[in-house]
């Protein structure tokens, strides 16, 4: 086979270097004798006939380089020597050595800080699921002549009625707004207007203390091979009133839909928000009846019952940008 007889080779030349140089100088040597009988033979001179021969043969050094160079492995012998050459003359210069170890080691790590800050910026994915599947698509128009652009909300909703190219467009503008901030002095911060939210929940994770029920509740309840995901879209805005004092619990409603099992309800959702320094933390509780959702509870000998409802539960933290 090919291979074999390369990985052969390689192993000859790369391991029995000695012998293949004492073969290929006998060999050249040989055919260089050849060639000065057969110089001799038409009658030149001894001297004369070593010479021409020479001549034509082209030299015996030249050629065992011509020969070194085709043989197998070849480029990792010059590389292993071309290391042992710099090692050696490292070892000799310290000094030289030192400063250019120094200078790497500077290079290396501004290169990386550099990177990291890159990456953190430009390059880090986005903090949820199929980050690379998000697009923004911006319209452009001269402020000289319309100064809060050209598109109105009848533009957007023909433009996703007639959609073909995106799963789910929305539409969002960024503002400063004000909000009520401590002891009613009002606060400026940078928003955004949005004519959608969604909070998506992977169900292939869902664990408990019994591994047996959650395979049967995954494969025969929920399904998850089918409906891997349940999805609540926020179908109004949620008013939270001024901004709460720090420490303070206020509460909220969010009305919206409710994607679970393939069926879609409409459901209010009871919200506590919590203002924590630079942190508002939003937390909410939906009970869920599972027969409103098509879900059969699961049938096995691993599961012994399994109630006919839940509870979505959800978490959501807004810091400064």
């Known amino acids: 086979m090919p291979w074999l007889n390369l990985l052969a080779t390689l192993r000859r030349n790369l391991f029995t270097r000695p012998r293949m140089e004492r073969d290929l100088d006998e060999e050249v040597h040989a055919y260089l004798e ?20 020479l001549i034509e043969f082209g030299g015996v050094e030249q050629v065992k380089e011509e020969v070194r160079q085709a043989r197998a492995g070849q480029m990792l012998l010059q590389m292993v020597q071309d290391l042992r050459y710099g090692f050696r003359a490292l070892r000799k210069h ?89 002891e009613g002095v009002p606060e400026q911060v940078q928003g955004a207007s949005v004519t959608a939210a969604s909070v998506t929940a992977d169900l292939t994770g869902l664990t408990s203390d019994s591994a047996g029920r959650d395979g049967q509740l995954s494969r025969q309840g929920l399904q998850t091979a089918t409906y891997p995901t349940a999805t609540f879209v926020l179908g109004q805005p949620v008013d939270l009133g001024s901004l709460p004092p720090d420490g303070q619990v206020v509460t909220a409603t969010a009305t919206g839909q409710l994607t679970l099992h393939g069926q879609t309800r409409t459901v209010q959702v009871p919200l506590q928000v919590k203002r924590s320094g630079g942190v508002i933390a939003i937390a909410g509780s939906l009970p869920i009846t599972f027969a409103d959702y098509g879900i059969q509870p699961p049938t096995s000998f691993a599961v012994l019952s399994v109630a006919g409802n839940g509870t979505m539960e959800l978490q959501l933290l807004f810091t400064h940008s």
């Open 34 to 53: 050849q060639l000065t009988d057969e110089k001799r033979a038409a009658g030149i001179g001894t001297a004369e006939a070593r010479r021409a021969a």
């Open 94 to 182: 310290r000094a030289f050595t030192v400063v250019a170890i120094l200078a790497l080691a500077l290079g290396i790590g501004a290169t990386t800080a550099m990177f990291s800050v890159a990456y953190g910026i430009l390059m880090r994915p986005l903090p949820y699921a199929d980050a690379d599947r998000v697009a923004v698509v911006y319209m452009r128009f001269f402020p000289r002549d319309f100064a809060f652009g050209t598109m109105c909300i009848r533009d957007y909703l023909m433009w996703k009625e007639n959609n073909r190219a995106f799963e789910d467009p929305s539409l969002f503008t960024n503002a400063r707004m004000d909000v009520g901030g401590k």
